[in-house]
């Protein structure tokens, strides 16, 4: 029984385990303060910043105290962190050939953040995926996409891909595609879609509507009609402008025609022959 | 602001109804209907989309008419005994592009005066409760600015601004704006749209009840389309201010520079 009292005073008067009571202090006052810090910075910020920014000041500010206390808790525990950090060059290329992807990620995240393409809130489309930014982080970027779906796409296939940010500018075009039959004259056409657009509230005065004719279609007259409206209304005019362009054209008799196919029998031969006959059940 | 009289000289003031009560009011091509019932407020409304008269007469009246068969309606739970509903003309909450029949050029060193007429909006307050703001005739929007990148949202107007004051038809539902525009610049002003920061006008009323904002002087001292913006800190001298209605709705400081014309400079 002695014995055991001895060992455990031995074991309390060893300064190692003091050491190592110290540095576990150190990393957890570092976790700490880290916090602390970083959310006072966020909240004398907080008016002046937008959110991407808040959001690099707090992991910064985070990290940046964290590592500090990490290295004094690596000094108390006796490491020499020259050495340390020579051995980390050599790991460094052992671990980044293990993780290639990650590493790649987190460069493309660093540039992400860089050129800031899009902040936190704005609507992105990657690919076939369209949604709002949640956050912005090191390896990837979260979107919530309008049928509320958590999205993560990694840094690096969105710095190889072409990203659209549907919310960087305050006005935005809405392309109308619309076909009239051949028969039809085209001033009066333009005059019934600048009709169109001049009584819709939410279609910009200007930038003037853009009419473009595009081609002479196989079974239409082909033109392209372009309205300008507000970022956030731009799906109420395309709805609206689309209903009012057909409501419109059925009013001043401008038809817009399905395909057209005419059979032609070729020079060789006779027209096809036409029969009219009575609309009587045939004999049995 | 008078207390509804026997005699409604206006169609804004303070005006007293009765549980189960329907008031009527027709301004403009706004149509708008007022129910109270107990602790609740219905407000239904619409607007006549082609309207085109140059007609100053309004009218309130009492009426069976529901809210209900609106589209545009809506309920307001307010425990409130007075039964007093205020109704306030407002100016437009976006600034508004006008531009005059024919553009005009205005030569280096000259200077004009433009009348502008712009719709209201009517506010609804119950007590000190703000309702509903409701605007008179539904502003088509535009944009003002040099690209698609920058510039400034606005209501696109309907009307012209008028060289002369008496061209202008005289209509309860507008507030009428006088324009000084100084150039003094070394070239011509070719003055195809003008941007007016109606947002920071005041409303004034005159006696017959047509209202007025006061003057406003953009004054255009280099090339291109800014101009300094002053606005008189006294009612208009072109008819007899009996009263302010109401305030602007932006009191920010409105000796600034501003865009004021989008022009192709000769």
Redesign the interface.
Known sequence: MNEFWTDIVNFLNNENIWILIRAFVLIVMGIVFAKLISAALIKLAGNKMDNHRLMLLKRGSYYLIFILFLISSLRELGFNLSILLGAAGVFTVAIGFASQTSASNLISGLFLVAERPFTIGDIIRVGTTTGEVLSIDLLSVKLRTFDNLFVRIPNESLIKSEVTTLTR???RRVDVLVGVAYKEDLKKVRATLDEVA??????????KPLYVFLSFGESSLDIQYSV???RE?FLDLKNSIHEEIKNAFDENGIEIPFPHRTIYTGIETKPFPVTSIDNKQPDK | MSFETSEQSTWWGKFKLEIEQNKEWHVGPLKLIVRRLKNEWQIAHESADDFDSTDFSWEIKSTDQQPGSFNNNSRYILHDTAGQLIVTPKLADRPIVSRPHIPFNLAAGEEIILYVSTPLWVELEVGSTPLKSIAIQRLSDTWFGPSTLEGDFCYASTTHCRLNFEDLPRRSHRAITPVLIRNKSKTTLLLERLNLPIPLLPLYTSSIGQLWTPLITLTREKDGDMAELKIDDKPPTETDITEKISDARDKTNTNVLFRAFNTVFS
């Open positions: 500018f305050p006005i001049n009584k819709n509230p939410l279609c910009l005065e200007e930038p300008w409206a507000k209304n």
